[in-house]
Nanobody, 129 residues
Framework: QVQVVESGGGLVQAGGSLRLSCAASGRTLRMYAMGWFRQAPGMERECVAAISWSDDGTYYADSVKGRFTISRASAENSVFLQMNSLKPEDTAVYYC??????????????????????WGQGTQVTVSS
């Protein structure tokens, strides 16, 4: 089994920064992709940023481009999300997702939630105006 644990959420004023961390452990001999998703109340879960292990490709939602940066530490199967210039509309629960099996890599892009088998418990990010 694989465990995914996020950390780093909290309360910040608009314009501030936060750094989220996520580590996958357990049966993670190989990682295909990891991603950050968020879900605000009454909204669908959306992919904020994702990174592919095979080619180091990255994805960012239009709403966070230029403000958020995803990075990884491959040896530790970890990803990080540096969030700058935060806005109140960034307020949500942020989830980390890991794909260590690649079972759906041929069916779904790494920006799609259904691609991922393992999820963290979520960390709350609240941006006050």
């Amino acid at each position: 089994q694989v465990q995914v644990v996020e950390s780093g959420g909290g309360l910040v004023q608009a314009g501030g920064s936060l750094r989220l961390s996520c580590a996958a452990s357990g049966r993670t001999l190989r990682m295909y992709a990891m991603g950050w998703f968020r879900q605000a109340p009454g909204m669908e879960r959306e992919c904020v940023a994702a990174i592919s292990w095979s080619d180091d490709g990255t994805y960012y939602a239009d709403s966070v481009k230029g403000r958020f940066t995803i990075s990884r530490a491959s040896a530790e199967n970890s990803v990080f999300l540096q969030m700058n210039s935060l806005k109140p509309e960034d307020t949500a629960v942020y989830y980390c997702a890991a794909d260590p099996l690649g079972r759906r890599s041929g069916s779904y892009l790494y920006t799609v939630a259904r691609r991922y088998d393992f999820w963290g418990q979520g960390t709350q990010v609240t941006v006050s105006s």
